[in-house]
């Protein structure tokens, strides 16, 4: 017998609600923003991600799922602000659109060690904005991150920021920090030694206890930033105190991705141990130009909805499905079934009947299971008569309708809800 390759998960149909009401959620948020859906391809060439993520990132070296064909190099994409960003510029979005803002839903793929909310193929909801530099932007996005977590019933979440700042403030911060620690590599574990050489910061977002200890005595205090990035950086305080949004600026945040630049953020929960981020994101205001197309600055940030379910950790409210169950007695009630699911379904109401030749309480249990709203029973007494006899699974209220008037009657229903 198969079985799902380690890291991937079947999502059955007893939990697809929790993702539908996220996702339902989740489109709703972004529409009061005036954010549009975009959806980029899962497989794009293994270049954009080593041009954008960086050569030394953890995610190229270590984690990307590749596909050759011929001369040709695929990628199953891992994130996705690149595949959002090649989008935009081959499209020509930044001639025709100007400020962009998108978001997505959909699988990510990265080949690395299955645990708790980290899978082979995970989900991403996010949002990325192109074509401002402006720190209100900033503001606005991390306040529709907060937002979401709140349409999702989540709470106990800490936000915490910080700024890189430009390309020329992040290249000395990494020199600073690699001064820091030079003296304290026999300290630190066989991956952050390679970190020191390759992409320094990532140590500072290292989970090993040991690292962990000796970056908590580093004395790092936002000092690298330059007057410009430092007033774009208070500004997105100033703002999100406005709105009292809580978070906490944090100097040891990092984002280890090679395009981040200025503001960056992540979101929190205890809930989730060691691994505790629920998403996170920040600004890349050169990754545009570097991918080949104009000067645009840009933000954007993503959650793990595996993660997400983690903590919610509960049933949402899913929409009402308002289903109808038909339930035949005979033959002849079985064919007249056939005929009423299809009038039904033509005037857009849900409805479904028994496929299993059960008794009429086996029916009707069946009926409770699926969280059937509404019952309608046809045997060859309700045949007789031009009727339908009617039950409320809510109420029990019980009654007879006539045929010629019961999608009408369960319409108006429905309406009233």
């Known amino acids: 017998m198969f079985k799902r390759i380690p890291g991937t998960k079947d999502i059955l149909p007893e939990e697809v609600s929790n993702w539908q009401a996220i996702e339902e959620a989740t489109r709703k948020i972004f529409s009061l923003y005036n954010y549009k859906e975009i959806r980029p391809p899962v497989i794009e060439e293994a270049a954009l991600f080593t041009r954008s993520l960086g050569e030394s990132a953890e995610i190229v ?16 994409r891992p994130e996705g602000t690149a595949s959002i960003v090649r989008a935009y510029l081959e499209n020509n979005l930044d001639k025709t659109t100007g400020l962009m803002k998108v978001y997505y839903i959909g699988p990510m793929f990265r080949a690395e060690r299955p645990q708790k909310g980290r899978l082979r193929q995970f989900h991403h909801l996010g949002s990325e904005v192109i074509g401002s530099q402006e720190p209100h932007l900033d503001v606005e996005v991390i306040s529709l991150a907060g937002k979401l977590l709140e349409s999702y019933g989540i709470e106990g ?34 991956d952050c030694n390679v970190r020191f050489k390759q992409n320094v910061l990532r140590i500072l977002d290292c989970k090993n206890e040991g690292c962990i200890e000796v970056v908590k005595e580093l004395d790092i205090r936002g000092g690298h930033l330059c007057p410009e990035c430092k007033t774009h950086f208070d500004k997105v305080t100033d703002g999100l105190n406005s709105l009292n949004i809580n978070y906490k600026i944090d100097p040891f945040l990092v984002r280890g991705l090679d395009y981040y630049t200025r503001t960056v953020f992540e979101i929190i929960h205890n809930g989730l141990g060691a691994q505790n981020a629920l998403g996170a994101g920040g600004r890349y205001d050169n990754l545009v130009h570097e991918l080949g197309g104009p000067d645009a600055g840009a933000i954007g940030f993503a ?48 409805s479904d009947t028994d496929y299993e030749n059960k008794s009429i309480k086996g029916a009707l ?37 006539k045929q010629t008037e019961l999608t009408d009657y369960l319409k108006g229903l429905l309406q009233r809800g």
């Open 303 to 350: 959650f793990g909805m595996e993660r997400l379910l983690l903590v919610i950790n509960k049933a949402l409210p899913a929409a009402a499905k308002n289903l109808v169950y038909v339930i035949t007695l005979g033959d002849q009630a079985k064919r007249e079934g056939l005929k009423l699911l299809e009038s039904l379904r033509c005037a857009g109401i849900p």
């Open 61 to 76: 070296q270590k984690q990307m799922f590749l596909i050759k064909r011929d001369e040709d190099t695929y990628a199953l």
């Open 157 to 190: 979440y800490e936000i915490k920021i910080n700024s890189l700042g430009c390309a020329k403030d992040k290249k000395g911060f990494t020199e600073n920090l690699r001064v820091m620690l030079k003296d304290k590599l026999a300290k630190l574990c066989d």
């Open 365 to 401: 249990r069946k009926a409770n299971d699926l969280a059937a709203r509404y019952v309608l029973i046809i045997g060859e007494d309700e045949i007789k008569k031009g009727i339908i006899a009617f039950k409320d699974m809510a109420s029990g209220e019980q009654k007879e309708i």
